[in-house]
């Protein structure tokens, strides 16, 4: 299972870490993923889905999953 967002489709930064002596190695940060069931008021279903922090606090913002698909215009599958 890819450590991805299924709705937003955000998945882990890379960037450097940089040593005293100007050293650049690869460094990789994880999205904070949380799997949560999700109610869709619309369709009266459960959706279980893998999903970052930010799209947890934006489906609270916009008041459930079928607007928030409506608003965003993206198909999870």
Do not use: P, W
């Not at 890819?2 to 955000?10: E, W």
């Not at 450097?16 to 009266?44: A, P, V």
């Amino acid at each position: 299972m890819s450590k991805q967002c299924q709705l937003t489709g955000r998945k882990r930064l890379v960037g450097h870490k940089i040593s005293h002596s100007n050293i650049k190695t690869k460094k990789r940060s994880q999205i904070n993923l949380k799997t949560k069931k999700i109610f869709d008021s619309e369709s009266g279903e459960t959706v279980r889905l893998r999903v970052s922090a930010k799209a947890i606090r934006s489906l609270d913002k916009v008041g459930g999953l079928s607007k928030y698909l409506k608003k965003n215009k993206r198909l999870f599958v």
